[in-house]
């Protein structure tokens, strides 16, 4: 079952991107997930959006951390392949880009992850603030050609104002 984003958002997903239905993604933690129509060798790359309130004052750069710990308790080695803090003071973000293998389907896969950790404040309560962690998965081979439709539905993400209507 997805669960809900801390602060409501809106997107719009890339063409040809399908959105995945919640018993099909084995991610409980995850509030949406999207495949690209074309497989690479078995394995479907996939956008993922999930999020929390953070009550501490944790850094993006320990959060992106934390999710790299998290992926080695699955995937043995992971390596941060590249890292950048970008955005401003007020909209802070975090890009990085993980590189691991795992086995999936009885196959052992080279994959890749990019990840965006956007800080928001919550439209209610400017004070608390949320965190929410866009990622594409692909394989190695992959990952390049869906890479900009990546970036593409990234620069589309932004509050939900209309939320509260």
């Known amino acids: 079952m997805p669960t809900s984003l801390p602060v409501p958002i809106e997107f719009r997903l890339p063409p040809e991107w399908l959105p995945a239905s919640p018993e099909g993604f084995d991610a409980s933690d995850v509030s949406f997930a999207a495949v690209h129509p ?12 999930d999020g929390e309130f953070r009550p501490d004052a944790a850094t993006l750069a320990e959060l ?58 919550d439209i209610e309560d400017p004070h608390r603030r949320a965190v929410i962690r866009l990622s594409l998965t692909a394989t190695a081979a992959q990952h390049d050609s869906v890479r900009g439709d990546f970036q593409d539905f990234v620069r589309t993400v932004r509050p939900d104002t209309r939320a509260g209507i």
């Open 38 to 49: 074309r497989p690479d060798a078995g394995f479907t790359a996939n956008i993922t959006i």
């Open 64 to 121: 992106a951390d934390e999710s790299v710990e998290r992926l080695r308790e699955v995937a043995g080695e992971v390596v941060v392949a590249n890292r950048h803090e970008v955005g401003s003071a007020d909209d802070p973000a975090l890009t990085q880009q993980l590189t691991f293998s795992v086995v999936v389907g009885g196959t052992r896969r080279d994959l890749v992850q990019s990840q965006v950790y956007l800080s928001m404040s």
